[in-house]
């Protein structure tokens, strides 16, 4: 913008603004579009018919530059709209609502709008005796400044000193302000589009660690359930080498904290069929699942994993890193929960959460946990373990079942 006079303090009724000085839209320029692009300019969409196409003011390279930093940074077009919401880059109130267009000079960018489109509330006025424009500043802590052009700079070829100046003796003025409008620097707000903008939908979650949290405050419910104070957690750094990520801890690891077999940390699946839960599986930790004899069981086809957003649906919402299954929380009847017939022989399982919580269950109180679960023989294995026949499971599974109902029953009568 031209230099002004010294700054005086005057208070002007921000209706007699926008009343008295507004002259009206400023009005196109009737450019060809064949004469616009070889002169290297833009033009913006005609409104309709045979409406004259307004022409860009990005014609120099100063000015080009100018315009990509805008619509990389700001990603604001240089043909306005009346949604824009331009807000102050230092206290984040708004600035206006709606703008004409950018207006690219030789002094740098300045957003041109109309004086109904400036919300004057969050303005003072500054200065009314410079030549070309009345200057107004937000209120503090605010940054932005707003100028209310009172004439064009067709009389100035050149702009004031500045970082953005450029001297190009254009004989129509060092930029294309016109009066009645308001300009305001692309440099002092920040620029979003309300009606674009979805709803949030992400929720942030509570600071501190909620995931161990409620999770160990299930499972402190379950008795006969040990808890580890111990959080266990793996990451790996990506690429860069500055962000890490979560992964599911080693087997190894809690086998080392926990005290038992690596085969006991078993592995537990959830499967889905048509996109819906119907099988849980734990199986022993070098053991895989039948998936074959699986669907023969469930008598269904087209097993596959469950991912990661069907687990957390799966279970009523929770947070995929609170989840501990198959002991929290529990996916509902249609979910069949399946324990292999070796993992039954085992005195101690451990089971892990990606928060990094460890349990360690007696399986002689698992059944007790996870009424309705069924023993199979579902697992592949390379050996079968001594005392256990795994061509036919029948018999297997109503004994272990009997032995897990006989201990629970025993323990309820010590404790009575």
Known sequence: MADGASVGDQEVPHVDIAQGLFQGPLESRDVPREEAVEAGKE??????????????????SNRMRD???????????????????????????????????????????YVECRPEQVIWEGFELRNTTAEYYDLYKSVPP??????????????????????????????????????????ISVKQVTVKREEFAAPRTYTAPVKGKPHEGILKGALKKMAGVRVLDDVLRETRFLKDG???????????????????????????????AEGRPVAMTVVPRSAAVDIAALEGLLGVTGLRLASDRQLEAAAGGAKLRELMLPLHPALGAECRVLL????????????????????????????????????????????????????????????LSRMACCCTAAERKEGA
């Open 242 to 272: 500055k962000h890490r990520r979560f992964t599911r801890v080693p087997a190894e690891s809690i086998s080392a904290l926990t005290g038992i077999p690596l085969e006991a940390c078993v592995k537990v699946a959830v499967w889905v």
């Open 43 to 60: 033009d913006a969409v005609a409104l309709g018919g045979d409406a004259p196409v307004a022409s860009s003011t990005a014609d120099s």
């Open 340 to 399: 292999d017939a070796e993992v039954m022989w085992m005195p101690k399982v451990a089971f892990n959460a990606l928060c990094g919580v460890v349990s360690v269950v007696e399986t002689a109180r698992l059944l007790s946990f996870l009424p309705g679960a069924e023993i199979t023989d579902l697992a592949r294995k390379d050996s079968a373990a001594p005392g256990c026949a795994l061509g036919g499971g029948g018999w297997l599974s109503s004994a």
């Open 67 to 109: 315009k990509r930093k805008v619509e990389a940074k700001l990603k604001l077009p240089e043909f306005g709209d009346e949604c824009t919401v331009f807000c102050d880059a230092r206290d984040g109130r708004r600035v206006a609502v709606g703008y004409l267009r950018v207006v690219y000079g030789d002094h740098g960018a």
């Open 142 to 183: 605010g940054r932005a400044q707003v100028y209310l052009q009172k004439r064009t700079v067709s009389d100035r070829p050149n702009p004031p000193q500045g970082r953005d100046s450029k001297q190009h003796d254009r004989p129509q003025g060092y930029a294309d302000y016109q009066p009645g409008l308001v300009y």
